[in-house]
């Protein structure tokens, strides 16, 4: 069980930090009167089971929000939906893994570059207007755009339709895509 | 976060709480004063390490509510509307432009089946939709009517798959009536056209047979065919 070992090992770093702190505080109890002694005693042991008390609620409510992180992280990351957050100059700050998977690249490689840089050319006035205006009038903003779907195998363009947001502290716009090229397909084989 | 206020009064319960569990404690304890030095230290000891601990611990829980809040926002506040369904149809999460886009509140919303917002027309599509999704295990689409208490109809395109851990249906949906508003009137333009152009050919059609006819007749009379067909 390598996961108590490590626990193990903690532990025995906590105990030996917590003798070399208490080395520096003053000794206790040496003229103290027995009852004095025993008052301190008293306080010390309850303290400790305060302590431990807290040490365990700790415990429960960091993994109660673990819980909850694992749900949400799993709702973000497995949407039916690709999505982004994107700084003002449209830097790719977050994405899922349904918005990596529909620029076809791996997501640590789609941090940090601009999403411009995977759509059409034509498509890039829309998108920076579609940006400039969510930073702006802090509304929902919808547009097209085509995107440009690149696997090492694989170049195919896709039609995307975008929905963006500002967050909440309006540092970053919320941006969801969804793939429409099938609809659009089919509109144009009733044309 | 909790405030300052509900942080002291935990405070002083668990103080109550750790005298109580002493006194039963205690009662195991054999002889307090053989080495009360040793015991002081040990308990002092203890005491640091458990300190250091619940510092840790802290820490480590201010971090796990930060993530989770970043997260917890990216859901509730994503511009297109996101909702969990139970196998059975059941709305059992959803976001704020999901509950905008079905036009109630989010508590209203919860454990209501997602069938009941759909627009009449739409629930046979609906329903297969949902059926190919456990039968599929994998994303499917499609375009539904919601039914709509206000005047405009309310389109909306759907992108929908099973969770595997939960094996709850995740749908995400936008408002497509913009793009359906655009497409109606092609289509009734294009319908137009077509009208016209079966006129026409009917026209032609029965120009053929006339001078058809034309032909015959001047055939009988002895004369040469005027039209070539």
Known sequence: ????????????????????????????????????????????????????????????????????????????????????????????????????????????????????????????????????????????????????????????LMLVHVEAQLSKDSTKCMFTMTDISERKKDRNKTQ | MKNQEEKKSEAKDRRQKAEDELVIRKSSIINVEADNLKLVHELQVHQVELEMQNEELTKAREHAEATMEKYTDLYDFAPSGYLTLSEEGEITDLNFSAATMLGKDRIHLKSKRFGLFIAHESLDIFNEFFNNIYRFREKQSCELLLKSGSNSPCYIHVDALVSQSTNTCLITMIDISELKKTEIELRKELDRYEGLNRYFMDREMRMVDLKKEINELLLKSGCEQEYLI
């Open chain 1, 1 to 156: 069980m390598k996961k108590q070992d490590k626990s193990v090992n903690e532990s025995t770093l906590l105990r030996l930090i917590a003798e070399d702190a208490l080395k520096n505080e003053k000794p206790a109890l040496d003229d103290k009167t027995e009852y004095d002694n025993q008052k301190l005693i008293h306080e010390l042991q309850v303290h400790q089971i305060e302590l431990e008390m807290q040490n365990e609620e700790l415990k429960i409510a960091h993994q109660q929000a673990y819980e909850a992180i694992e749900k949400y992280v799993e709702l973000y990351d497995y949407a039916p939906t690709g999505y982004f957050s994107l700084s003002k100059e449209g830097v790719i700050i977050e994405l899922n893994l349904s918005a990596a998977n529909m620029l076809g690249r791996n997501r640590n490689n789609l941090k940090g570059t601009r999403f411009g840089l995977h759509i059409s050319h034509d498509s890039l006035s829309t998108f920076n207007k579609l940006l400039d205006r969510s930073f702006r009038l802090n509304e929902k903003e919808s547009c097209e755009l085509i995107l440009l779907h690149k696997t090492d195998t694989i170049e195919k």
